[in-house]
């Protein structure tokens, strides 16, 4: 079983930066697949990033591409989401989740463990 919990969340302007964190519970936290995904007002979720448990490979969405970045440590049983230039349509929920195995997953259906979720608001 992993716990987690996400933080960082806020209003920030468009154009400026915020980093989101997801703390885990457990141990083998090392072992699991970490990613992020969001929910937009009236959207679905979709998904925004993930990375190994090595942290050699992530994999991003297009329209985040370039702007954000997913990192993890392993010592603190915490992944990060560095989110740059942000745009007022990246307004949303977003949410820490966690999978077994060894690749990473870009469909929910992947995640067998999901955070509370954090809010980030972009204003133009």
């Known amino acids: 079983q992993v716990q987690l919990v996400e933080s960082g969340g806020g209003l920030v302007q468009a154009g400026g930066s915020l980093r989101l964190s997801c703390a885990a519970s457990g141990r083998t936290f090392s072992r699991y697949v970490m990613g992020w995904f969001r929910q937009g007002p009236g959207k679905e979720r979709e998904f925004v990033a993930a990375?190994?448990?090595?942290?050699?490979?992530?994999s991003y969405a297009d329209s985040v591409k370039g702007r954000f970045t997913i990192s993890r440590d392993n010592t603190k049983n915490t992944v990060y989401l560095q989110m740059n230039s942000l745009k007022p349509e990246d307004t949303a929920v977003y949410y820490c989740?966690?999978?077994?195995?060894?690749?990473?997953?870009?469909?929910?259906?992947?995640?067998?463990?999901w955070g509370q979720g954090t809010q980030v608001t972009v204003s133009s």
């Open positions: 989740a966690a999978r077994g195995g060894i690749s990473v997953a870009v469909s929910q259906s992947g995640y067998n463990f």
């Open positions: 990375i190994t448990w090595s942290g050699v490979s992530t």
